[in-house]
Nanobody, 116 residues
Framework: QVQLVESGGGLVQTGGSLTLSCVASRVPFRFNVMGWYRQIPGEERELVAFMTSNGQTTYGDSVKGRFTISRENTGNKIYLRMNILQPDDTALYYC??????????WGQGTQVTVSS
């Protein structure tokens, strides 16, 4: 069974930085798209960023210019470098992966808390 495992979350002060990682295990193929979403309790899950297998990236409006998604060329591992963090970035961050035939997978999430 495919597993996505996130790491790197934590508590940081306003203006600080964090880097999240997500690694997919038990995957005998390369995902077409991998990315990050975030969610605050009581609100809908929000796109943070995703990257396609050919390197195209898309970012949510609220993180453009501050966050950078990257992906290892081999395997299924992605990163999210988060700079100039703000209290509004506080959320549970989820790793997402999708295949070209529509299968989609989610990690359990890693908490990011930005103190003011």
């Amino acid at each position: 069974q495919v597993q996505l495992v996130e790491s790197g979350g934590g508590l940081v002060q306003t203006g600080g930085s964090l880097t999240l990682s997500c690694v997919a295990s038990r995957v005998p193929f390369r995902f077409n798209v991998m990315g990050w979403y975030r969610q605050i309790p009581g609100e809908e899950r929000e796109l943070v960023a995703f990257m396609t297998s050919n390197g195209q990236t898309t970012y949510g409006d609220s993180v453009k210019g501050r966050f950078t998604i990257s992906r290892e060329n081999t395997g299924n591992k992605i990163y999210l470098r988060m700079n100039i963090l703000q209290p509004d970035d506080t959320a549970l961050y989820y790793c997402n992966a999708a295949t070209s035939y529509g299968a989609e997978y989610w990690g359990q999430g890693t908490q990011v808390t930005v103190s003011s």
